[in-house]
């Protein structure tokens, strides 16, 4: 057992270094994340073995994920992805154009279909009847294009795409999408590289898929929400909430999940290679947590199931009960009250 234990170990830490290493040909400011998500999951700390040679394991393994995470910074720099300065995104100092759309008509579409090749995307509310859509452009070179980006319109499969060349690295770019109040179908947003932004609406069905980036999610309520990320993390406040159900998952990176601010949900999640923090939310009255954790041959896998239920009723299935879902790959999730 002990032999299998270490044989574990070690597949473990090659493992994570390699897609690390992979990470690293993303290009992506995601990997210090990641490499923090890693180390602050504690996977190695959890094996229950006092023998020295974990403890030079675990100690080589961090010390090399610090060297990958300074080189990572050295290479994408601060606030830097692929190139590109995202950091300059709506700052007026560094805004070289951009682009508006009015009056699109969606009354008779069942579902709104966004996307955003290279920049962020932020989805809001309007009190008008059409839709709009808009985007500014950021540069701090002094050759850049503003024509690197285009925005389609009910084209090549999408309702709104702001299109641009991946391999051009001149601009950054926000688009922001503005949802009539009295549309009630479904929403699915696309970004390959960018975060995304869902703030103060109320919406039928929500997908967003990221490739590389990170989605928030705050102040909303949505009849199901359905976020995927590559790479990258998943924030969600609890005053976003669903009506029927949520599901989370990142491949790389980490959740960070507020329990909702309504009586009654399960959540059912699980770590394939990481650790979770339950910290704030165990002992709070009206939850129970069952969770367990093995070692496996990708490393410490964590599975556990949250229920949150109105006091006095823990027996029974409520009527308004809906179930979340949460799945990392590879990263940690976090649980929180606020």
């Known amino acids: ?89 709506g700052d007026d100092e560094y805004c070289i154009g951009g682009e508006r759309a009015d009056g699109l008509d969606v009354s008779s579409l069942k579902e709104i279909r966004i996307r955003s090749d290279v920049g962020s995307v932020k989805l809001v509310m309007t009190d008008n009847s059409k839709m709009s859509a808009s985007y500014n452009l950021y540069s701090d070179k002094t050759n850049a294009n503003p024509d690197e980006y285009e925005l389609i319109l009910f084209a090549e499969n999408y309702d709104i795409w702001l299109k641009s060349d991946k391999n051009i690295k001149g601009c950054v770019s926000e688009l922001t999408v503005e949802i009539p109040v009295d549309y009630d179908g479904a929403i699915l947003i696309e970004s390959a590289i960018g975060d995304v932004e869902i703030k103060d609406v109320e919406l039928g069905d929500l997908k967003v898929k990221v490739d590389v980036g990170e989605i928030t999610a705050s102040a909303g309520t949505v009849t199901s929400a359905d976020f995927k990320v590559e790479t990258g993390n998943i924030t969600v406040a609890p005053d976003f909430v669903t009506s029927v159900g949520a599901s989370y998952k990142t491949e790389i990176g980490s959740v960070e999940y507020a329990v909702p601010n309504v009586p009654n949900v399960d959540i059912v999640y699980s770590v394939k290679t990481g650790g979770t923090n339950i910290d704030e939310v165990d002992s709070v009255m009206g939850i129970t947590i069952d969770q367990s954790a093995d070692v496996g041959l990708d490393g410490m896998q964590t599975t556990g199931k949250i229920t949150a239920r109105t006091p006095g009723i823990c027996s029974v299935i409520p009527e308004d009960l809906y179930t979340v879902n949460i799945e990392v790959g590879i990263g940690s999730i976090e649980f929180k009250i606020k």
């Not at 890693?38 to 229950?48: A, S």
């Not at 020295?52 to 830097?80: C, H, P, Q, R, S």
């Open 1 to 89: 057992m002990k032999k299998a234990l270490i044989i574990t170990a070690v597949l473990f830490v090659i493992s994570s270094l390699l897609v690390v290493v992979s990470a690293v040909a993303l290009g992506a400011d995601a990997i210090p994340k990641l490499i923090d998500s890693i180390k602050e999951g504690g996977i190695l700390e959890k094996i229950e073995n006092g023998d020295e040679l974990f403890e030079n394991i675990e100690n080589g393994a961090n010390e090399f994920a610090d060297k990958i995470k300074d080189g990572a910074e050295n290479y994408v720099g601060d606030g830097m992805f692929n190139g590109r300065n995202f950091s300059i995104i």
